[in-house]
């Protein structure tokens, strides 16, 4: 689960100005603000870790909130002084750190904070905000939590009820009856927040407690009635806003707010200029190419926990001196490339690295190649720029045909970064890149899974170096300009330094492996992607007409059930706006909204766990499920795939991610092809759609109960490996077990409650998990996990195991020996804790059957090609092979195929994988 760390920088810049006084610059610029703020900061860094994040200020003049009430923060006295000086230079500051920085004008930083955190849930992230505003509680959910660094407080929901004694859903209710001075939001005259608390716990609502207003006797109930005309305003103004256009800000979305690399020298000055010199000694290390401490300016600096206590990553080799001076330079002669070529047959080895006109690697045409020979000394060859950007380039063809025999050749070894890239980019050309022999990203993705495998953060980490970012030579949005526009001699410094940063990082992080590791990569992740550029490079056959045939019908039903949801809530509605579908299943129908989870702004959300929640009971929900699954299917995949035809090769080119899950699994986009539904006849059919070509059949192939067998070789569960080693069927021998029967008296039902409690507790189900599963009461299914951990011993004992293993080092293993680290172990947060002790438990199982299948695809793409066979390996999803094979090679395929896959690693029990064969995908899974 991706996350993103949101700050409150308006929040901590008055609580630092006013928690450490007596601090400033030589100059006399008080800095106490900005020092506790950039503390805070350096310390989040490590501290949390995240994927994305920014630091959010509230903008200068007024908001939407003084509209609705001209007296909002009336009462709140003019900014110190000492403190003005300090806001205006901050923002600054916090992004030379590499925080991305937001202000928009109009709203409070509450309200972006609150707009980012609603977009990451709804997309599935965890979210932390570092913040000490109380209002901020009312943002807290499953996947949202306040941490106070002041405090060292950390608010989830049971957090919250603890400290204000309400739920999170609730705050606004609460907020609004005892008012805020701070804001001169007006409450309720003399109801503190025991009153507020004890309200709500027997009204449930601010809502019922004014419509019970007359209920409550003595003077505090007379002031309740006196304030019902400005309880709405008060929680209209407390309310945080969710909905706010950040479009503007954030061009690329989410991507907008990748951390970023510090620029150190601007640091330096700033530092040197506020006096911090300790920071700036720090700072002036990093500038000078390594040669200092090095590692990330802003990291912690308190000691660390003991190394039995806390989840360490192998220990990072000290940053090795930089070369003193680079030695980057631009190739446009036929006298310099001739030196170039000279220098490619004294070479070894080389760091190698293409600029290009597109992300789509397929469809991408080269700017440029780059070519590092060691530390500080790199090439670029200019091929594809404008006349204007570099007046002197040597000629594309000419240039490609010369290096042909070295890019093809397995002597020179190749290194870089995401190489399968660059692999797509040449072979656009003619040309099969040869002798990959290293790639910064994959050993990044082997020792490190948890972090980030970009060059930029790579470099900051393994070099302590900064680096030339894309965006600071092309811009960004809608004015970005193409890199063939980039004049030569900036080009070259970016382009030399990728292929420079890649050569050194690649053999830095390699040193970092131990015997395991190293073996993974040389012989598993290296080989996959060289699988993975096979498989994206023969594509699949798409067919267009059944899928608009399947189009056309999902349409039909689209508006009969659009039809249908209209009658039965009498009435037509946008069946995509939530405030409509709010209206009409909690208001018009009056379903009960106790239990069910709120939206930000104190609504009944009407997400599909919601939705799911009531359609047993109710037919809109139902209804309004279906259409959001067929609505999605259509325009994901119906009418999405055709459009990503290649015109040139007629089949749709997916693009595997290797370095993503930290389990190992894969991930597929620009189409998903992991991703389409097999649980629906809809999601089904759009398998029909893909197809192979006249005189051959799809074979698709997958491991059977992979992760139970996992689990059964991890756990050395007796029962559990007897039954594999029977080849009995593993769900009804646990039925047996539990049910306390013999297997030939099963039921279809008991069965299936057995599927439920072996996957579950894979996943570590607990029994309120498993009781809403099975929809059975919680003691029932306690009974039922209590049962079966009596039959199945092994499986108990590890569980438990894992989870101490866990929390000793901070990491488990699958059994190749890939780490799988988990930051959230050790957290005070229990619900955090709790998922990562589940994880704990899922990842071993999860990342050797990701593994397993690794090893699968390597095994059966050496066989195709050893023996010169034509079918083809197209696909890869989860624990499944697809293959495109020759009807004259079906018979030996149908044999070998499972052969290889059963002998991708010796374990405990046997593995099992099971062939089908069809003219589409649909008939063969």
């Not at 909690?586 to 359609?615: C, D, Q, R, W, Y």
Request: with cysteine; proline share 5%.
């Amino acid at each position: 689960m991706n996350t993103l760390l949101l700050v409150d920088g308006s929040s901590y810049l008055y609580r630092a100005f006013y928690a450490m006084t007596h601090l400033s610059a030589p100059d006399g610029t008080p800095t106490n603000a900005v020092y506790g703020v950039l503390n805070m900061l350096r310390r989040l860094r490590t501290d949390v870790p995240h994927d994305y994040c920014a630091c959010v200020f509230d903008a200068k003049g007024s908001n939407f909130r003084h509209e609705l009430f001209a007296d909002y923060k009336a009462t709140r006295p003019p900014m110190p002084d000492d403190l003005r000086p300090q806001a205006d230079m901050l923002p600054e500051l916090v992004a030379l750190m590499g925080w991305p920085v937001l202000k928009v004008a109009g709203v409070e930083a509450d309200d972006v904070i609150g707009t980012l955190a609603h977009q990451a849930d709804e997309a599935g992230m965890k979210v932390i905000v570092s913040t000490g505003d109380k209002d901020m509680a009312q943002l807290v959910n499953e996947r949202i939590t306040l941490v106070n660094t002041m405090s060292n407080e950390t608010l989830d929901i049971e957090g919250v009820v603890n400290k204000f004694g309400v739920r999170p859903e609730q705050i606004i209710d609460y907020l609004a009856l005892i008012g805020d001075k701070v804001d001169n939001v007006p409450g309720v005259e003399k109801c503190g927040p025991k009153t507020a608390v004890k309200w709500l716990a027997e009204y449930g609502s601010l809502q019922n407690v004014m419509a019970h207003a007359a209920d409550i006797k003595g003077k505090v109930g007379e002031n309740l009635q006196a304030a019902l005309p400005h309880l709405p305003l008060s929680y209209q103004l407390i309310t945080i806003k969710t909905d706010v256009d950040l479009q503007q800000e954030l061009p690329e979305g989410m991507q907008s707010l990748h951390r970023r690399t510090p620029k150190w020298e601007a640091l330096a000055e700033h530092f040197q200029t506020l006096g911090f010199k300790s920071w700036l000694k720090e700072a002036e290390a990093q500038i000078g190419n390594g040669n200092g401490r090095g590692g990330d300016l802003f990291a912690a600096e308190t000691a660390p926990p003991p190394a039995a206590a806390v989840a360490a990553p192998p220990p990072v080799p000290e940053i090795a001196p930089a070369p003193d001076k680079l030695d980057y330079r631009a190739i446009t002669t036929e006298t310099a490339f001739a030196e170039l070529l000279a220098k490619l047959d004294a070479a070894t080895a080389v760091g190698l690295d293409t600029e290009t006109t597109s992300l789509d690697a397929i469809n991408a045409a080269l700017v440029g190649i780059s070519i590092a020979f060691a530390p500080g000394e790199a090439v670029y060859i200019p091929l594809g720029h404008t006349p204007t950007a570099a007046p002197e380039q040597l000629d594309l063809h000419e240039v490609l045909g010369r290096l042909k025999p070295y890019l093809e050749s397995g002597r020179l070894k190749k290194i870089g970064q995401n190489l399968k890239y660059d692999e797509h980019v040449f072979y656009n050309y003619g040309i099969k890149l040869n002798g990959i022999a290293g790639d910064a990203m994959l050993a990044s993705y082997i020792i490190e899974s948890h972090l980030g495998h970009g060059l930029d953060e790579l470099a900051e980490r393994w070099l302590g170096l900064p680096t030339i970012t894309y965006e600071s030579l092309c811009g960004k949005g809608a004015k970005q300009i193409s890199f063939a526009d980039v004049a030569i001699e900036q080009a070259t410094e970016y382009a030399a330094q990728d292929a420079d940063f890649a050569l050194r990082i690649e053999g830095r992080l390699k040193t970092a492996m131990d015997a395991k590791q190293l073996e993974m990569y040389q012989n598993l992740e290296l080989p996959v992607a060289e699988v993975l550029f096979v498989m994206e490079r023969n594509g699949v056959l798409i067919d267009k007409d059944e899928l608009a045939r399947q189009s056309h019908t999902l349409g039909s039903e689209l508006v009969q059930l659009e039809q249908q949801a209209y009658e039965i809530a009498g009435q037509p509605f946008n069946l995509n706006s939530p405030k409509q579908l709010q209206e009409i299943l909690f208001g018009k129908m009056g379903i009960p909204t106790k239990g069910l989870k709120k939206t930000a702004s104190g609504g009944v959300s009407t997400n599909e766990a919601v939705l799911e929640t009531l359609a047993p009971d109710y037919p809109l929900p139902s209804v309004i499920l279906q259409n959001r699954s067929l609505a999605k299917l259509k325009s994901t995949y119906t009418d999405k795939l055709p459009e990503m035809i290649n015109p040139h090769s007629g089949r749709v080119h997916t693009t595997y991610a290797q370095a993503v899950a930290i389990t190992g699994r894969l991930a597929s986009n620009n189409p998903n092809l992991q991703n389409i539904p097999i649980r629906t006849e809809a999601g089904r059919k759009v398998r029909r759609a893909f197809i192979a070509p006249e005189g051959s059949k799809i074979v698709s192939a997958d491991y059977s109960q992979i992760e139970l067998r996992i689990m059964a070789h991890l756990s050395g569960d007796k029962t559990l490996l007897q039954a594999f080693k029977n080849g009995e069927d593993v769900h009804r021998r646990t039925a047996a077990e539990v049910f306390g029967i013999a297997p030939e008296n099963v039921s279809s039902e008991q069965r299936r409650y057995a599927k439920t409690i072996n996957f579950g507790l894979i996943y570590g189900m607990g029994q309120y998990g498993l009781a809403k599963s099975l929809g059975i009461d919680n003691l029932s299914a306690k009974s039922f996990i209590d049962r079966y951990f009596a039959r199945y011993p092994g499986v108990a004992d590890y569980m438990q195991r894992t989870k101490e293993l866990a929390a000793a080092q901070g990491y488990v293993e699958t059994v190749s020996g890939r780490r799988l680290y988990l930051p959230g172990i050790h957290s005070k947060n229990g619900n955090e804790r709790a998922g990562a002790e589940r994880a704990a438990i899922n990842a071993p199982m999860q990342g050797t059957a990701s593994d397993l299948i690794k090893r699968a695809m390597v095994d059966v793409l050496a066989w195709l090609v050893s023996d010169g066979l034509k079918s083809k390996l197209i696909m890869q999803v989860h624990d499944e092979l697809v293959l495109e094979v020759p009807e004259a090679e079906l018979g030996l395929v149908q044999a070998k195929l499972p052969e290889i896959m059963q002998k991708a690693a010796v374990m405990d029990v046997p593995l099992l994988a099971e062939v089908g064969v069809g003219e589409n995908w649909e008939e063969a899974h």
